[in-house]
Each structure stands twice: as C-alpha cells, then as structure tokens.
C-alpha cells in the first residue's frame, strides 16, 4: 500500500499480504509514514467507504474523499 501526495510523492509504504482487507491496514500504513507531512485529504477508491473509517481518520484530521 502506498500513500502519495497530490504531486505523487511518496508519504507511507508498506508491503502486506493479498488476504487481508485494504481499508484495515490504512491506519497502520499512516501511523508508520516516513514524512511527518500532515496528511489533511485522502482520496480512496470505494473500498475505503465505512462510516467507522471515516469517523476514525476525522478525529486524526483526516478528511476521506
């Protein structure tokens, strides 16, 4: 998994197996970022859409598009 920026440079990388659930490892993946740029948007295709999720990237500052 990979989050970039607008300009597509990197922020996060991790690499996990196929199994599980994409969703489930964003928060990680943001946790463990190498750039301690904050992150204010992410898009995400619709595999990211759950209320919890949202809810959780909200209290971080993090808006889900």
């Known amino acids: 998994m990979a989050v970039v920026t607008k300009k597509s440079r990197p922020l996060a990388l ?3 197996s196929a ?5 489930t490892l964003l ?4 946790k ?3 750039s ?3 992150i204010r948007r ?3 295709d619709r595999a990211y859409d759950s209320d919890p ?3 959780r990237l909200r209290r971080k ?3 889900l598009i």
């Open 14 to 16: 991790q690499v996990f």
């Open 19 to 23: 199994t599980p659930f994409e969703s």
């Open 27 to 30: 928060e990680q993946t943001i």
């Open 32 to 34: 463990e970022r190498f």
């Open 36 to 38: 301690k740029t904050k």
């Open 42 to 44: 992410m898009v995400a």
């Open 53 to 55: 999720l949202d809810q």
């Open 61 to 63: 500052g993090i808006e």
